[in-house]
């Protein structure tokens, strides 16, 4: 049967059949008979992919194989037939038995058939398929150089003159064609297409394998376009591929297979010139493909692959979604069509996971992206860890975990992405042509890390890898302008690093190359342009060369020409020009330049639609226009418009909180200068947004990295001096609790607003919030319209009134009930303290004109070098006063000397001035709670008035001191518990002699009580953790561990053990009500990452006691016992019951006993109150 009608095919086969029914069983010829009916099963399968063909194929094999002896001159034959068979059944169903079947039987028949057999050239060539079938499903080098071996040995037995000379060159060039795409050996590539080329050139113009060989022919062409970037070869390619279908018939089995090479041919030439005929080319050919293969085909689903591919394309081209859902469905019933083991399972898995991921760009739903890397991640597990692709699989999902950390921030994702794409980069051959682009996306990885933690080593990784993929990238060859492209970026980075020029230069230089070796209508010459035209801008800047300013001014221009009217990236380089027109105006005034600039902004806000995640970015940008035209020309309108437009922008509830953010800031920035009024506005705004930028889909460490990169503490300080100085004190006194508020809750990882909604509610809360935030959503403004709404539905909750806001005024200044509130503000500009006298009156400002933030951290050096000096590390531990030399910034003064110098500043400066205002008001003695931050924190604010008058608290923010003021006490019966441990375990820390008589003292005095001690080997973790759940009064007479980094680490460093921070703070601590921190190292705190330092007696505090007493330093073992019994005295005083809110004056008396006893001055300095 040649004809390729199926219906005489099933004449052929049912006349075989009968012939086989006429043949008894032990007839010699019932073999044959079984072999030839086999073959007409094998052909009739090949055509429509029924399975029960080749099922009854292999089953007639497998009976002529028995029936043959083993000496029979037709077994091996029979035999190769059963392996082409077994062949077939693998690549349909990916059974590895099968392919191990196929190899055994074809290695027996090549090793039946002699070295002079006319037939064993034929066999070595099939022994050769198999072994590069296991090669390519198992990876194994030695089965792809065995493969190769056995085809060069069958060409080298077949005579120049043989017909079937040009089908085992063929082979060959497949077996050099995959060791290339191994190992990447130029040579390999050019004896593939060398064999190739004989191949063809043996074959007639009308022979039936002709358009066979052109079209692998055109392969080797493309891998050689692909590697040397030689239009030429492409264009050959495609030629090659042309004549093939010309030569094959419309009803041929094999023509939809070549349609679909040349689909791939004019893909590639769409890739290298942008053509769009070329792209519709692709496609119809590749569903004309699709449209010759029948449902049930083997074939069908590697061409719905092809043809998802082709859809993707015009959608990233014209961005058509229905495009995309085509692509996504092909890809879906690929999949579905592929067995669980089928060897191409993975690739087609890869396939799903692209349309997945290109979903998720376009709508933003987070199913789509886990899907996508569910997808990549079953397709790495798939994959042998030797097999050739798995390099291309671990970088694909290298992809997709970096999807997933940019958009939930997890460092965990970042990580898992750099170390997918570095094994990928290990597997891959030094000369292999992928490797350049494994490396460039390596790169990809260190820059995100460089630009997520700032190590200079990532930016220097991201440039060398960068640098090796250019290396290894051919002048003419298509990627290497991507490649110069990526490493103008790297070099631009670290040119903004660290300011060498020779970086800058570079950068453009790499741009200017990218750029030339991109063709006028590539589609990607718009962008290439942009990055250019950054580089000329960054030069401008650095050397304000007018040259540089109107070639990026230029390139911009041309790269907005080369843009489409309805291209989605159109907006972005129309507010691109505008900055550079923005730049070319404040050069040379031109007042054509600003018209121009907001002109072209005016046009990338109106090309954007209002629930585009980009339109408050562009809004922002047509607010800067006005801005400027405001400054030169003065108008009113253009001053309003400023107003307008900014808020407008922070109203688009579609874009990111981060970038809410950052507008607001710049909002503020402007109004400060010019429209003060808007000054509160602007900052609440933005302070209003830090509960969702520092808690959506982040862990604790993400957040903190947030605090960091926003600067949370240094803004903070920022916004609230300018509402001092412009006198907006509320504002102020908002700002500053929502700053410290927000830090605060993520060092000790509190209870957020969201962790206090019902589950259901905060999975539905989370959901809209992940969708909407993601930068695009099928619906944008319905969902943020919905979040809204149920925004609106919590708050009416009961509790939930501020969730997700903060705290106005009015319900703050509630905290001052029982004395008044000190804030203190550092900042550059200047320093102030605001008074909140009491809930009925608004804050007071107090001036600080002598104190500066450089005389406030010269301040709090020379404390940190004292406590240095006199051995303060923890409790039992410190000299005795003694001279200090000229060393670490000391003068030749005494311990006394100089903490006598340091409080006599922080009176005359600070406290004395906040005094003279508190008595300008009438308030001349009582409760006074101190609440510093930035750099006025660690500073003894309470032990520097020379009397006491006032009674000194701290408190870590107004919203903890409300809440302590008014927690509802449970009414159970009071229950002292002390822990007392002389010596741990853990921590490598001193004896602590006076605990035990601290111990003794305590008990005496409180007798009358319930009371609990653990000492000693008592003092377990889970002993203290059930004593602070039960007790309402807790003294802790132990060592103490801070942990600088993560608060919530910080320990009690107790027998054989210790007890964290984090777990107290998970208890529910209902009776809690004070707690005496008798330890060391209780007071010192991670400055860097919230611009203040973190008293662990605010973290009990936040567990869920009143008040604590705690130490700014490690104090002295010995003072413990007069300590504790003069501050017990006082609370439990005439056996009454015991009040939380008279603690601070028990203290006080402590201190005043210690004080007149004449002991130096580090060792009563260090004791303060916290709470109520």
């Not at 060069?152 to 290339?180: G, N, W």
């Not at 049930?296 to 081209?317: C, G, I, K």
């Amino acid at each position: 049967w040649n004809s390729g009608d199926l219906n005489e095919l099933g004449a052929a086969l049912q006349n075989k059949q009968q012939a086989l029914d006429l043949t008894p069983q032990d007839h010699p010829d019932r073999a044959t008979v079984l072999q030839s009916l086999a073959v007409s099963f094998t052909d009739r399968y090949q055509r429509p992919g029924d399975l029960e063909d080749l099922e009854a194929a292999i089953q007639r094999d497998q009976e002529a194989v028995e029936l043959t002896p083993a000496d029979h001159p037709d077994k091996a034959d029979r035999l190769h037939n059963l392996a082409m068979s077994f062949t077939d059944r693998y690549q349909r169903l990916g059974d590895l038995e099968d392919l191990e079947a196929s190899l055994q039987n074809r290695q027996q028949a090549a090793d039946m058939t002699p070295a002079d057999h006319p037939d064993r050239a034929e066999r070595l060539q099939s022994l050769a398929v198999s072994l590069t079938d296991r090669y390519q499903r198992l990876g194994d080098l030695n089965d792809l150089e065995a493969a190769l071996q056995k085809d060069q040995e069958a060409v080298d037995l077949t005579p120049a003159d043989h017909p079937h000379r040009a089908a085992r060159l063929q082979s060959l060039a497949v077996s050099f064609k995959d060791r290339y795409q191994r190992l990447g050996n130029l040579e390999d590539l050019e004896a593939s297409l060398q064999n190739r080329q004989q191949a063809v050139d043996l074959t007639p113009a009308n022979h039936p394998d002709r358009a066979e060989h052109l079209q692998s022919l055109a392969v080797s062409l493309t891998d050689r376009y692909q590697r040397l970037g030689d239009l030429d070869d492409l264009e050959a390619a495609l030629q090659k591929d042309q004549e093939a279908v010309d030569l094959t018939p419309a009803d041929h089995p094999h023509r939809a297979a070549r349609l679909q090479s040349l689909a791939v041919s004019f893909r590639d030439r769409y890739q290298m010139l942008g053509n769009l005929e070329d792209l519709e080319a692709s496609l119809q050919n590749r569903q004309q493909a699709v449209d010759l293969t029948p449902a049930n085909h083997p074939d069908r689903a590697e061409h719905l692959q092809s043809l998802a591919v082709s859809l993707t394309d015009r959608y990233q081209r014209l961005g058509d979604l229905d495009d995309l859902e085509a692509a996504l469905q092909k890809d879906q019933e690929v999949v579905d069509l592929t067995p669980a083991d089928h060897p191409h399972r993975a690739a087609r898995l890869q396939s799903l996971a692209v349309s997945f991921r290109d979903r998720y760009q376009r709508l933003g739903n987070l199913e789509d992206l886990e899907a996508s890397l569910r997808n990549r991640q079953q397709a790495v597990d798939l994959t042998p860890a030797n097999h050739p692709h798995r390099a291309a699989w671990l970088q694909s999902l290298a992809v997709s975990f970096r999807d997933r950390y940019q958009r939930l921030g997890n460092l965990e994702d970042l990580e898992a992405s750099l170390q997918n794409r570095q094994q990928a980069v290990d597997l891959t051959p030094a000369n292999h042509p992928h490797r350049a682009a494994w490396l460039q996306s390596l790169a990809v990885s260190f820059r995100d890390r460089y630009q997520r933690l700032g190590n200079l080593e990532d930016l220097e990784a991201s440039l060398q890898n960068r640098q090796q993929a250019v290396d290894l990238t051919p002048a003419n060859h298509p990627d290497r302008a991507e490649h110069l492209q990526s490493l103008a970026v790297s070099l631009t980075d670290r040119y903004q690093r660290l300011g060498d020029l020779d970086d800058l230069e570079a950068a453009l230089q790499k741009d200017q190359e990218a750029v030339d070796l991109t063709p006028a209508d590539h589609p990607h010459r718009a962008a290439r342009l942009q990055s250019l035209a950054v580089s000329f801008r960054d030069r401008y800047q650095m050397l304000g060369n007018l040259e540089d300013l109107e070639a990026s001014l230029q390139n911009r221009q041309q790269a907005v020409d080369l843009t489409p009217a309805n291209h989605p990236d159109r907006a972005e380089r129309l507010q691109s020009l505008a900055v550079s027109l923005t730049d070319r105006y404040q050069r040379l005034e031109d007042l054509k330049d600003l018209e121009a600039a907001l002109q072209k902004n005016q046009e990338a806000v109106d090309f954007t639609p209002a629930d585009h995640p980009h339109r408050a970015a562009r809004l922002q940008s047509l607010a800067v226009s006005f801005s400027v035209r405001y400054q030169k020309l003065g108008h009113p309108e253009d001053l309003e418009a400023v107003h307008t437009h900014y808020v407008a922008s922070l109203k688009i509830l579609t874009q990111s909180p981060e970038a809410s953010w950052v507008q607001a800031l710049h909002w503020a920035l402007f109004a400060e200068r010019f429209r003060p009024s808007d000054c509160p506005t602007a900052y609440s705004a933005a302070f209003n947004l830090l509960p969702e930028i520092l808690w959506i889909g982040h862990n604790i460490l993400v957040r903190q990295d947030a605090i960091r990169r926003f600067d949370i503490g240094g803004t903070t300080s920022t916004a609230a001096q300018t509402c001092i100085n412009l006198s907006y004190l509320t504002s102020a006194v908002e700002i500053i609790e929502q700053g410290i508020t927000t830090t605060f809750q993520q060092m000790l990882q509190l209870k957020t607003d969201v962790q206090a909604l019902d589950p259901q509610q905060a999975e539905h809360f989370h959901k809209i919030s992940y969708d909407l935030y993601s930068g695009t959503a099928p619906d944008p403004l319905s969902l943020a319209n919905k979040r809204k709404k149920l925004l609106d539905n919590i708050r009416k909750q009961s509790g939930l009134e501020y969730f997700l806001l903060p705290k106005p005024y009015k319900a703050l200044c509630h905290a001052s009930e029982r004395g008044p509130i000190v804030i203190l503000n550092s900042h550059k500009d200047s320093c102030d303290g605001i008074i909140i006298l009491n809930p009925n009156s608004d804050p007071v400002h107090v001036l600080l004109p002598s104190v500066t933030l450089d005389l406030l951290q010269a301040q709090q050096a020379i404390l940190q070098k004292l406590l240095s000096r006199c051995n303060l590390r923890s409790r039992g531990e410190s000299t005795s006063s003694r001279l200090f030399g000229h060393q670490e910034g000391l003068t030749s003064k005494t311990t006394k000397e100089c903490f006598e110098d340091i409080l006599t500043w922080l009176w005359t400066c600070v406290v004395a001035p906040v005094y003279q205002v508190l008595s300008l008001h009438g308030i001349h003695s009582g409760r006074l709670w101190w609440l510093p931050t930035g750099a006025f924190t660690r500073l003894p604010l309470h032990a520097c008035p020379p009397t006491d008058e006032f009674i000194h608290s701290y408190t870590a923010t107004l919203g903890s001191l409300l809440e302590a003021h008014t927690k509802e006490l449970s009414g159970a019966q009071l229950k002292v518990g002390v822990v007392g441990v002389t010596h741990t375990s853990v921590g490598g820390s001193n004896y602590l002699k006076g605990v035990e008589k601290e111990v003794q003292k305590i008990q005496s005095i409180v007798k009358k009580f319930h009371v609990e001690c653990l000492e000693g080997h008592q003092a377990t973790p889970d002993a203290v953790k059930l004593q602070l759940a039960g007790c309402s009064w807790v003294h802790l007479a132990c060592h103490v561990s801070q942990d600088l980094v993560n608060p919530t680490k910080s320990r009690l460093l107790l027998y054989e053990g210790i007890l964290e921070l984090e777990t107290i703070l998970q208890m529910p601590l209902l009776n809690a009500e004070f707690v005496f921190l008798a330890g060391g190292q209780t007071a010192i705190g991670d400055a860097e990452l919230v611009n203040e330092s973190f008293h662990l007696g605010g973290g009990f505090i936040a567990a869920g006691f009143r008040g604590a007493i705690e130490t700014l330093w490690s104090m002295n073992d010995s003072d413990g016992p007069l300590i504790a019994e003069v501050v017990y005295s006082y609370l439990f005083r005439d056996g009454q019951q015991p009040q939380a809110s008279n603690a601070a004056e028990a203290l006080q008396l402590a201190v005043r006993e210690l004080k007149a006893r004449k002991v130096p001055f580090e060792r009563w300095i260090p004791f303060i109150h916290m709470g109520v």
